[in-house]
């Protein structure tokens, strides 16, 4: 087969990884792709924006199959697009995947069929929106642009005057520009956050490893949000939290998009936080997380193009997912500065050889002057899986001693939760 991998971030690297082991798989390309990616794939340049370009080499290059990594393809109609063409394509259609691209409504879709969720208010206009303000007794308060902001859009919100400021900044100063032309304000939950993620053909569901994410800069989450710094996989659950997830988030939104006429088809995230009256659903997203898929990824044991042609030829009633046993943590290097103004072109050095169990995926990196540099705010993903989440965070901080670039920064404690929260566990038993 000939495949296509559409973007060229850390997730995309670990999906042309986990692809290029497929004994299906022929020909592999990736559009743009990263220097990480090149060793492996053939990157061309066309940017995931540009679905008609894509349209084109993929019937040049006699593309079997194409997997989209972002969510701004899929939310432009890259599935639709590709599959007016007749051209096999992974991921959901325009209509499936504002479950992802507008929070107003994936929020209202929830509402209507009861799937667990905080209490919330959509305004389009200031004046409403502060009218609101009126009547909020407890803070924080969540306001979030209804678009895509790129993990930019969502604000813990302390008091009324930081209320205002955003509502302005948002509703009236359009700072987030199309994005922001709505706003959902929520209620705020507490409780651990962790990613669910399915292959779905519609109807039938595969559950994939699960993971934590770590939004914030900081260690401790402490610090501004960010595209992610790191994640685990899978999030200790226990089988009551895990059946009530499948059996009263996941499978009723499935099943009800089929039902309201836009059937997902692709692997659903479910951002959930588990609160103390049970979990609930923060968002969902319409594709791979960043980087829980890069965690995740080595615990998968199929040929993921078995998996992927599954959900497109409607034949996951086939197959299984075959989990391996294995704890697995994935730390993201960054720039200094991110997730603010920072540098590039600072050379990346890579001293002694990694592990040879270690996994390493570029996310912002370039090649100049016949030299590896950093290229973005996230530069490298380091990932590490063994028994148990205790030696995989030892390694993977042993390997990430071995790679230099000037201001790399890191989370030491990506990984501490979990292992906090199965001692807790052990305790309780
Ligand atoms: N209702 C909420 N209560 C508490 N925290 C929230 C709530 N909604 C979002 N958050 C926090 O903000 C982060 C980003 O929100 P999310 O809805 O996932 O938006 P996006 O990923 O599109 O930026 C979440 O991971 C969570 O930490
Ligand atoms: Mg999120």
Redesign the pocket.
Known sequence: MNVLVVGGGGREHALVWKINKSRKVKNLYAAPGNPGIAKIATCVNILPTDINGLVRFAKEKNIDLTVVGPELPLSLGIVDEFNKNGLKIFGPTRAASRI?SD?SFAREFLAQYDIPS?K?QIYDSAAQALKYLKTINTF?V?V?AAG???????F?VNNKNEYERIVDEVLVQHKLGEAGKKIVV?????GQ?CSVFVLTDGLRILYLPSAQ?H??LYDGNRGP?TGGMGAYSPYPMSKLVTDFIKEVIVQPTILCMHEKGFPFKGVLYA?L?ITPSGP?V??F?CRFGDPEFQAMVPLIENDIIELFLGVVDNNLQDLQVKIKNLWSICVVLVSAGYPFDYKIGEEIQIKGPLDTGTLLFHAGTKIEDGKLVTAGGRVLNVVYAADNLRVAKQKVYEEIKKIHFNGMFYRKDIGSSGMKKMKRKRKVR
């Open positions: 992802e929070k905080p919330f924080p969540v979030k895509l902001a790129g993990g930019k859009g969502v813990i929520e209620e705020f939950l507490t956050e994410d939004k914030r949000n951002g936080i609930k923060l968002e997203n």
